[in-house]
């Protein structure tokens, strides 16, 4: 068996029709889109084409498009922007279980002064309604919550956050990092105002992404420079990239349905496999509100780490919840956030699959997990057995 990739909320494979459609930008059709000569405005045309391929996806006018070098500058830019155009707020509501390029940012915000109101979520990972409707008030400058999370695959009620948050006049950004090509998205129906996205999580080029901002939504540019993108993000356009990302939105549209069908059903089976054959596990997350390709499994009285390096032998790449920082061994802060035990914390396992995944693979992991997990309970201190 070649490796086996169960690890797509990291990063995807880029599709080959993604990099056919690349090539030409490197080293033939290489004119900078701003030039006077047709030589880069054929390029320019190509990118208008690729913002037309994320409009599509997003149901949004071109206008509101603005690319940036992922979802990290997305994320940044829309808060950071935001915060200029109401000076006098001086609150950012987020939720405890976000990427950190928005906790991170929210917490150097803090040291500037900002309170950063942080919503919990339930021991499923699903957001507290009725704090977060407590929080918002008329000193809350930006909201930003995010659509679906990268390590449970939970979705967050956006569309209900961003219809509150219009009726109390304060601007509403989601990460729709994962949430982007899993899931459909469509901006004309709901009150959104800036959405984050990134190429590489649905099998475009990774250093690209896009932050949409809705017509009439107040942002200040967060790169100063040139007049790209309609001076709202200065520096000569990523051509080769933002032309990758056009073409991974339009085969997004093209494969959301098989993402939500074959690739759920490969999610499925594999989780229950695993449940199966193996004792004392859980999956963590609720599974009513769930990306179709994320299951996030507990492990009892074993490490993650641990677990990913037995894995590792068999070329399986999947991800642990747990990060070795400080010689300790720490649990991830949305585990910790939705209040699993230690014990089955520490032991978690996130496998994302993607439409590049086989039933032969489903097969294989349900096959090896079993004896990896006695193994390892077999040496843990902490077993009970
Ligand atoms: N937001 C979420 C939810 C993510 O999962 C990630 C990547 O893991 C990011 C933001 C950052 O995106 P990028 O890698 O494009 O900077």
Redesign the pocket.
């Known amino acids: 068996m070649n490796t086996v990739y169960m690890d797509n ?2 990063t995807t494979k880029t599709d080959p029709q993604v990099r056919e459609e690349m090539l030409p930008y490197f080293c033939d059709l290489y004119g900078n889109p701003s030039s006077m000569h047709s030589f880069g405005g054929q390029v320019g045309q190509k990118i208008n084409q690729a913002r037309e391929s994320v409009t599509n996806l997003l149901k949004c006018k071109s206008s509101e498009i603005i690319f940036t070098s ?4 997305s ?1 940044n830019a829309a808060i950071m922007g935001t915060l200029s155009s109401y000076p006098q707020r001086r609150k950012i509501i987020t939720s405890r279980v976000e ?1 950190p ?1 928005v906790l991170t940012t929210c917490k150097e915000l803090e040291n500037r002064g900002y309170t950063i109101a942080e919503i919990p979520v339930d021991r499923d990972g699903r957001f507290d309604m009725d704090i977060f409707a407590h929080e918002l008030d008329d000193n809350t400058a930006i909201v930003s919550i ?1 659509w679906a999370n ?1 390590e449970t695959g939970v979705i967050f009620p956006v569309e209900q956050i961003a219809k509150m948050c219009k009726q109390k006049n304060v601007p509403f950004h989601t ?1 729709a ?2 949430a982007v090509g899993k899931i459909p998205v469509n901006l004309e129906k709901n009150n959104i105002d800036m959405l ?1 996205i ?1 190429g ?2 649905f099998h475009g080029p990774k250093g690209i ?1 896009v932050l949409y901002v809705r017509k009439g939504t107040r942002l200040s540019p967060f790169i100063l420079g040139g007049h790209q993108e309609h001076g709202r993000r200065a520096g000569t356009e990523n051509t080769a990239s933002i032309v990758g990302l056009g073409k991974a939105c339009e085969l997004a549209e093209k494969y959301m349905h098989e993402e939500n069908t074959r690739v759920k059903a490969m999610r499925d089976r594999l989780e229950k496999g695993i449940l199966k054959s193996c004792p004392d596990c859980m999956v963590n997350g609720c599974t009513d509100s769930r990306l179709p390709n994320t299951t996030n499994i507990s492990f009892e009285y074993i490490e993650g780490e641990a677990i990913l390096l037995m894995m590792d032998r068999f070329k399986i790449c999947a991800s642990s919840g747990s990060a070795c920082t400080s010689g300790s061994l720490e649990p991830s802060h949305v585990l910790r956030a939705m209040g699993i035990p230690f014990t089955a914390a520490h032991g978690s396992i996130r496998f994302s699959l993607s439409r590049y995944n086989t039933e032969e693979e489903v097969d294989f992991i349900i096959d090896k997990m079993p004896p990896i997990i006695k193994r390892l309970r077999e040496l843990s201190p902490f077993i009970k057995v």
């Not at 992922?70 to 500058?73: K, L, N, P, Y």
């Open positions: 909320n990291a992922g979802g990290t500058e994320d990427h390029a995010m990268n990460d990092v994962q984050s990134s590489h999580k992404g």
